[in-house]
């Protein structure tokens, strides 16, 4: 069930219109019932590992919370039980997503050294959602077993926790010391909440089929002409698709947002005009901000963060490079995601050496050069180099992005043209981006619209919902984080 759909529309009515009779006890209930008959309109039996996620870090978080952590049988039964849940959660997550590639990829190192291995093929398919809700429930039990929170006692707010369905399949990421609160309190629905809640459903929707939607013919046209494609065809294709999975994805998250507000619950930000950032470093603190700080608190730190590593802090490197190489294989089982995770984890490690170089006396090449116009350099640089990590996230195999950058690079004149009108048309793009991310950056807020006069939003409104229907496809296209 699509949130830019006919049924979700429907499905949506109803849940609010049930949701507001109930007692806040009543609506909990409810919410977990609506969400997996969401989560079940995809497969009904992928209902079946979210129940048993929920139930095992349920339990494993009751028992860690009835231990003495000063005593020596507490600490080693409250490792344990640790232990259950990131085996059970990654050991489904690593089945269900990986299963396919570590066996091709192990068929194809043995073929390599002359050996014909005689592997087990087995179609596995991906229950939508699974990385996001096992991240979610993991952060839970590794919180417990920090410390760092309590157990919950009531089984349907902790199945909420998991299984919420405006952010279920494609996050945020929430904490449980954030979403977990908000569902043991009464929520009230007031109009200022009200306008937000629908303002960033609006705004989520024209990212989506407005911008992501639109472009994507031109980008399936671009990367299908990896290995052959003229080079501005095939830069103009990067561009859109860096437009593309941003309008997406973004677009997802303010819908998630906004309907959640609908019901008086609070999510994340997840962005924050990413491509505004002056460093790869600054990029991750706006771009799929969940996963960057759950990546940060439980992979990097533990790993050691940026402590050690003498002079030249290379654990720090070596910490930044196995943590980016990990979210690229969690986005998905391909090489290639793990080269644009490897990419991410070398560009950061690059940016914390230069900025451990700037000794007393650093001489900075561009400072005689105005500040505006200093960070539109460096904002300019950033974005090429994500434009170049998007290239393998895209590429269906690493054979088309090689060929694909190679092709840039190069200056190769091959198929495709663009022209004013191939060049229009990512400026149009560009603009229609420029005009949510501008006012949202100055404004430090999301729903900056909703504090103009009432005649400009109108307007802005009705030219959103015009563009929405002149550029969104004829059919329903699933969201691209659903596949993760």
Known sequence: MLFNTFEFAVFFVLV????????????????????????????????GLLLASTLVDYLVGRVMAAQDRDTLRGRRVRRACLGVSLTVNLGLLAFFKYFGFFV?????????????????????????????????????TIDVYRGQRGAVKDPVTFGLYVAYFP????????????????????????????????????????????IADAV??????????????????????????????????SGYTDMARGVSRLLGIELGVN?????????????????????????????YIPLGGSRGGGRWGWKTYRNLLLTMLLGGLWHGAAWTFI??????????????????????????????VGSF???????????????????FFRAPDLTTAWAYVEGIVTLRDGEGYVGTMGLGRVAFFVGLVLLIDVPQALGRRHEVALAWPWPVRGALAGVMLILICLLGPSDDTPFLYFQF
Request: glycine residues 10%; positive net charge; charged residues 15%.
């Open 271 to 299: 962005f924050r005009q990413p491509y505004f950032a002056s460093s790869i470093t600054e990029f991750w603190r706006r771009w799929h901000i969940s996963l960057s700080g759950w990546l940060r608190d439980y992979l």
């Open 16 to 47: 609010l219109g049930v949701y507001y009779c109930l007692t806040r006890r009543a609506q909990n209930v409810m919410l977990l019932g609506a969400s997996y008959l969401f989560y079940g309109w995809w497969d009904w039996r992928f209902c």
């Open 339 to 368: 080269i644009w995770g490897g990419l991410h984890g070398l560009l950061l490690a690059a940016h914390k050496a230069w900025l451990r170089g700037k000794q007393p006396g650093y001489h900075d090449p561009l400072a005689s």
């Open 104 to 140: 091709e990829s192990a068929a194809a190192l043995l073929e390599s050294v002359g050996l014909q291995p005689n592997m087990p093929l087995l179609t596995v398919l991906l229950p939508v959602g699974i990385s996001f809700y096992t991240f979610q429930t993991l952060s839970y």
């Open 216 to 249: 994507a013919p031109y980008v399936d046209e671009a990367f299908a002409a990896g290995q052959s494609g003229d080079w501005l065809f095939l830069l103009c294709g990067a561009w859109l698709f860096a437009l593309q999975i941003y309008g997406d994805f």
């Open 373 to 391: 116009l200093k960070r539109l350099v460096f904002t300019a640089i950033t974005f090429h180099l994500v434009v170049l990590g998007w290239v």
């Open 167 to 210: 952010q279920l399949v494609a996050g945020p990421i929430e904490r449980s010391t954030r979403l977990i609160p908000q569902f043991e309190r009464d929520r009230v629905v007031d109009g200022e909440r009200l306008a937000g809640g629908v303002w960033l459903i609006l705004l989520g929707l024209f990212k989506k089929m407005a």
